[in-house]
C-alpha cells in the first residue's frame, strides 16, 4: 500500500528543530519524531559528516567527505578543527578566500541543516547547537553567530555531556543514579557529574580543557616517528606540508588499529610526501603508544578529580561511567576509567552518535514533545566568573584582583547581583573589566571583556555600584551595571565576535551567502574524483598511468553534463580502483 510522507509529515504549524551536534573533527544532526531522538544522513548516507571545509579549484566549496579527500592533495585549500579557533580573531587561507572559524562552522552548518532539509522535506529554520561543555562566553557567542549566519533560528546551545546525559534519562528515566561523563572528542574534553532520579536530571559539576582531545593523541604519534630522524612536527609541517599530512593520514589509522590490535606498522611517506613501491614502515605497539600518551592523561585526570571534588562525590559514589566521544574507544582511556573509579564504563550507545541524539531530545524539551514531558534537566555554570577590583592595603590602593560574582558550577539559569563601591570621591566613570577563573589576581584569568559604566553621579568615595551577571540557558553572558539612580549599562563585551556591529555581521552573511557550494546531488561523485586522486598520489609511478586516464575521463565527464557517459566513465573508474586493490569506501 502506498505511504504518502508518512515519514516526513509534520505539523505546519511547528517548525521542526533539529538537533546539531558541531564537532571538531565530525558532525552530526538529527531530528525528534515518534517518540524518539533519531539521526539524519548526509548526501553520502553518512551519519558522520567530517567538519572540514574545502575550495574546489573552480572555487566551489565542499564540505564533509569530498573535502576530507581534498585535504590531503591539497591541504591549502581546505580547513580543519577549526572549532579550536571558535571566538579567536584570525583569519584562514583557503585557496585565495579567507575566513574567520565562525564563517567555517556557519558552512558546516549549512551543509547540516540542507541534509536535514531533504531528509525530512521541509525547510530548516531551528536548531539547537551542541557547544563542549568548557566552551567559554567567546566561544559560545561565535557558535550562535555561526549558526545565524546558516539562517539557523539558535533555539539553544546546550553542553555536549549534558547531551549525552539526557540520551541516557530519556532511555532510564526510573533509575537513580550518580553517573560520570567523560567526553573525549577530537578537540575538546569534558566531564560532567549528575544525579538521576525519577526523570529528574541535575547536572552538578561540568570541569575540562578545550584543547585537549583525540588530535593531539595522533600529533604525539607523528612526532614520536619524526623525532626518530630528530625532525620536529611544527618545523616539518611547514616545510613539508604534503609528507605530514600523508604520515597523518597514517597515524590516524594507526591509532584507531591500536584500540582492536596489540600492535601495528605505519608506512611512511618519503620527503616529498610519496609513497615508495615498498614504503619504509615504523612499528608502534599499544604500550608503546599508551606511554607515549601519558601527559595527555595527566591532563585527563585533573579536571575529573575537579568535577567530583565540586559535586562532593567520591569515585566510588559513581555507579555509572558513560564514555563519549571517539577517542574514549582508546584503551588507554578505557584503562584510566577502571583504575579510576574501580569498575568499567558502560558503552550503551555508540559515543560518536549520543550528543547528536541528545540534542534532539533537548529539541523535543523545548517543543514540549509528549514523549519527554516527565522529564527534567538542570545544568550549571562551568566557569567562576566575576570583576576585577581594588584593594586597599593601609592607605594604598592596589588593583588586579578578582572578586566572583557567579561561582563555578552554580545552577543555571542565574542572575545575581553584587555591590561594589566607588574608589574616588566624585567618581564619574568605571571601566569593569569581567574575567572568568578561579585565580586571586584577574592576571591569572581569562578576560572576557569590559563595560564601561558613565555618569556616575557625584558622591564620596565608596558609593555603591550594582552589578548584575546573568547566565542563561545556552551558557550566554550578560553583565549589567548601574549606579542608584543612573543609568544601566550592558555588556558590550569587547570580544572579538562581540565587536562586529550589525552592519558587519550582515556584510559577512552577504559574503557567505554569495558562496556556491558545490550541488549537494553530486557530492558523492565529487567524492570520488577526489579519493582518486588522492589514490593517485599514494600509488608507486609504475601503477599509476591507468588510474589517471581513467579519472581524466570520469572527470571530463562530470564537466559536461552527458549522463549516459558519465555512467560509463563512473563504471571504469571504479574498475580501476577496484582492479588496483582501492576501495572508496575504505578510509
Ligand atoms: P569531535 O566531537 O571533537 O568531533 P569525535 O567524538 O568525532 O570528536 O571524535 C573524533 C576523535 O576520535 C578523533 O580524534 C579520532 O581520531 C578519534 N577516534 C575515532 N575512532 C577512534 C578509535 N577507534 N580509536 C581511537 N581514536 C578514535
Ligand atoms: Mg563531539
Known sequence: MPEFGSDSSFPTEEPVCIGIDLGTTHSLVSVFRDGKPELISNAHGDKLTPSIVGVLQDGQIVVGSAARELRVTAPERCAWVFKRYMGQERKLKLGDKEFTPHELSSLVLQS??????????????????????????????????????AGLNVRRMINEPTAAALVYGFHAREEEKNLCVIDLGGGTFDVTVMEVFEGTLEIRATAGESMLGGEDFTDRMVSAVLSGED???????????????????????????????????????????????????????????????????????????????????????????????????????????????????????????????????????????????????????????????????????????????????????????????TVAANQTNVTLRVFQGDARKVADNTALGELEVKGLPPGPAGSPIYVRFTYDLSGVLEVEAYAPGGERFRTVLTNHVHQLSPAQIEEAKRRIDALKFYPRDDLDNQKLARFAERMLGELHPSQRQQLDEALDIYEDAMARSDREHFASAKDTLLMVLSSLGLDHEDH
Open 112 to 149: 547540516l541543516r540542507d541534509d536535514a532539509a531533504a531528509q525530512l522535506n521541509t525547510e530548516i529554520t531551528d536548531a539547537v547547537i551542541t557547544v563542549p561543555a568548557y566552551f567559554n562566553d567567546h566561544q559560545r557567542t561565535a557558535t550562535r553567530l555561526a549558526g545565524e549566519m
Open 231 to 421: 625532525t620536529q612536527l611544527e618545523l616539518a609541517e611547514l616545510q613539508q606540508p604534503l609528507r605530514v599530512s600523508r604520515l597523518r593520514g597514517e597515524c590516524e589509522k594507526a591509532k584507531r588499529l591500536l584500540s582492536k590490535e596489540e600492535s601495528c606498522k605505519i608506512r611512511l611517506p618519503d620527503q616529498d610526501g610519496n609513497f615508495a613501491e615498498k614504503p619504509k614502515t615504523y612499528r608502534l605497539t599499544r604500550a608503546d603508544f599508551s606511554r607515549m600518551c601519558d601527559p595527555l592523561m595527566q591532563r585527563i585526570a585533573g579536571p575529573i578529580a575537579r568535577a567530583l571534588r565540586d559535586a562532593e562525590l567520591d569515585p566510588k559514589d559513581i555507579d555509572d561511567v558513560i564514555l563519549v566521544g571517539g577517542s574514549t574507544r582508546m584503551p588507554v582511556l578505557r584503562d584510566f576509567v577502571v583504575d579510576y573509579f574501580g569498575k568499567p564504563p558502560i558503552i550503551d550507545h555508540d559515543p560518536d552518535e549520543v550528543v547528536a541524539l541528545g540534542a534532539a531530545v533537548q529539541a523535543a524539551l523545548i517543543g514540549q514533545d509528549a514523549a519527554v514531558d516527565d522529564m527534567v534537566m538542570t545544568d550549571v555554570c562551568p566557569f567562576t566568573l566575576g570583576v576585577e577590583v581594588v584593594k586597599e592595603f593601609g592607605g594604598h590602593m592596589q588593583d588586579g584582583y578578582f572578586k566572583p560574582v557567579l561561582h563555578r558550577n552554580c545552577t543555571i539559569p542565574i542572575s545575581r547581583e553584587e555591590v561594589f563601591s
